[in-house]
């Protein structure tokens, strides 16, 4: 229970997982202890893992200002100390109130001196999409620290519902809300502007596989093209072009069947792979061994994807 509100919402309309049901239970999973993540790293043919929240998610919806900046400081401080003895194998993600104005900014630049390679930003806010002029001192933040974005929703969360008002059956809901949500982002992002205004920024789509990238690319490519100024102070370049210039990236799953359309369509420059550990959709402890062993994909793809590209969105060394 935080701020008097169930973590993640247990039922209703877009109910989230029961958090009993939330972590694997393949034989063996230990990611209690770092020394336990590392184990199971090892046991997944993983060098490095980018650790991103479970319950943190809940900050940006946290409305006591006060409360949500002390939430986000503990929870950075901790995931810093978790990661801190690995040697660099496991880097954190930080959170941050991002709708509570100069202390996100404040606490996403004390993230970046923590270590934190990342900074996580839900796909839609409760007060305002993520093309609201208000954001741009963050994002213009985000870019002074050479802190990319990762954009992650999670049902039950207390954010705008986008399409699963209709299922209160966390399954289905699941279904609904990760494409959705990243859909929901990616236009905001893309159509309002953003990486015009701050075209150094970097963001990852994150979750929902990468599939639906081509489809939904195109799909913004053709508004673009037939009504694109309709949005004021929106896009200037074609969809496209910010893939090209390495402001959107996203995350695929190992077995995704459309992986090699996706390459052949867009390229491999923009795809990372993601593992979902510890989670009950991931596939660990063989979610490398799918990718690594997938044939349909070229060598350098597949490096791409399994590790280079990840290196430079977030700069790993």
Same mark, same amino acid.
């Given at each position: ?32 202890t ?21 319950v943190? &998610? ?18 950075n ?12 194998r &496991? ?9 509570? *104005? ?16 990342? =900074? ?18 963050f994002y ?9 974005l ?8 207390? &954010? ?26 990616? =236009? ?44 004021? *102070? ?16 996203? =995350?695929c ?5 459309i ?28 979610? =490398? ?18 590790g ?10």
């Amino acid at each position: 229970m935080i701020e008097g509100r169930h973590y993640p919402q247990d039922n209703g309309p877009g109910a989230g997982c029961p958090p009993q049901h939330g972590i694997s239970k393949a034989p063996g999973i230990n990611c209690a202890t770092a020394d336990g993540v590392l184990a199971d790293a090892d046991r997944d043919h993983l060098d490095t893992m980018v650790l991103y929240p479970s319950v943190g &998610l809940c900050v940006p919806s946290l409305e006591d200002p006060a409360f949500a900046a002390g939430f986000a400081r503990l929870y950075n401080e901790w995931i810093a100390d978790f990661c801190a003895p690995t040697n660099g194998r &496991l880097r954190g993600v930080g959170v941050t109130p991002i709708e509570h *104005g100069q202390v996100a900014i404040d606490i996403m630049k004390e993230a970046n001196e923590l270590g934190l390679v990342a =900074t996580l930003v839900p796909p839609a806010l409760k007060s305002r999409n993520l093309d609201h002029a208000d954001l741009d001192p963050f994002y213009a933040a985000a870019v002074e620290q050479g802190m990319p974005l990762g954009i992650h929703g999670a049902p039950g969360m207390h &954010l705008p519902k986008i399409g699963v008002d209709r299922f209160t059956n966390y399954i289905q809901v699941h279904c609904i809300s990760f494409p959705f949500d990243q859909m929901t982002a990616m =236009t905001a992002l893309v159509s309002g502007g953003v990486f015009d205004r701050h075209p150094r920024l970097r963001v990852a789509f994150l979750e929902a596989g990468v599939g639906w990238v081509p489809f939904f690319v195109d799909r913004l490519h053709e508004h673009y093209e037939k009504r694109g100024d309709w949005i004021d *102070g929106g896009w200037r370049r074609d969809p496209h072009d910010y893939l090209r210039a390495g402001n959107v990236w996203v =995350t695929c799953e190992p077995d995704e069947p459309i992986l090699p359309g996706v390459i052949d369509v867009l390229g491999d420059d923009f795809i990372m792979f993601a593992s979902d550990y510890p989670h009950w959709d991931g596939e660990w402890p063989e979610s =490398t061994k799918q990718l690594r062993t997938r044939t349909d994909i070229g060598e350098q793809s597949r490096n791409k994807i399994a590790g280079l590209n990840a290196q430079r969105f977030y700069e790993l060394n």
